[in-house]
């Protein structure tokens, strides 16, 4: 990691998840809860709200009972009205926000990538929602702005975390620089014989993204296309068909 990079820590992923646990809330009861989600073939804004229930209920089980895994977790139940779920959601939320707030970072907890610290479950959480807030403002066709910060560290949490997940999946024919123009924040990723190699620093890729942070979070994360991004103001240089690729194969 470079020096200037800007991570997030501790209680500031906290104030992320509970600013984008009450935008997510604001923005499904905009959409309307029968809007379709296009980011989620098949979803309307209840199950997206319904999924966001049931993760963050998941890892408040992990954290205070005895579960080795979420299949030890009692089964959350989807409720029958549309004012139920948000509800459910809301007061879901509002449990793990406290539960975090009094969680030492360095408690180890399940994860699915293994036993981590509490601070690993307070950062997926928040880029969790604020991904699928931003889902959910999609649906009612009223995309407002993020924290550049927060999405820069949502781009790192998608190279540092899913990215080695998907392994092979990952399609890089080339070498690809990210850059965010509104904080810092900038990525290398590198095809290798062992898989992509990515790397926090400035350094000249056979393509180069450039653009707000939020622009490359929602193309990274495939809610918009990279001509989309352009149109919205984003810069590709190089070998664009090397970037379109990468998108391509990031299905998480």
């Known amino acids: 990691m470079t020096a200037s990079y800007r991570e997030l820590k501790g209680r500031n992923y906290l104030h992320v998840l509970v600013e984008e646990n009450a935008k997510f ?30 993760v963050q209920n998941m890892f408040h089980g992990m954290l205070t009972t005895d579960a080795e895994t979420p299949k030890d977790l009692p089964r959350l139940e989807k409720p029958a009205a549309d004012d139920d779920a948000l509800k459910q959601f809301a007061d879901g939320a509002a449990r793990l926000e406290s539960l975090l707030a009094n969680t030492p970072d360095d408690k180890e907890v399940w994860t699915f990538t293994g036993p981590r610290p509490a601070l690993w479950v307070k950062r997926r959480q928040a880029q969790e929602v604020l991904v699928h807030r931003f889902d959910a403002e999609m649906a009612g066709r009223n995309v407002t702005t993020a924290d550049e910060v927060a999405c820069a560290d949502g781009i790192d949490e998608l190279f540092g975390v899913f990215v080695p997940r998907l392994g092979e999946k ?26 992509v190699s990515v790397s926090r620093e400035h350094g000249k890729g056979d393509v180069a993204f450039r653009g707000s942070a939020q622009l490359l979070l929602l193309t990274v994360w495939r809610r918009i296309s990279v001509e989309e991004a352009v149109v919205a103001g984003a810069e590709v240089f190089g070998d664009r068909a090397v970037l ?3 998108i391509s194969s990031l299905a998480i």
Request: hydrophobic share 40%.
């Open 170 to 195: 990952v399609q890089l024919t080339g070498s690809v620089h990210l850059h965010c123009t509104d904080t810092d924040g900038e990525w290398m990723l590198v095809p290798g014989e062992s898989g």
């Open 25 to 54: 809330v604001q923005a499904a009861r905009d959409a309307g809860m029968t809007s379709v989600v296009e980011a989620c073939p098949g979803w309307s804004v209840t199950d997206l709200v319904f999924h966001m229930s049931r």
């Open 244 to 246: 379109d690729g990468l």
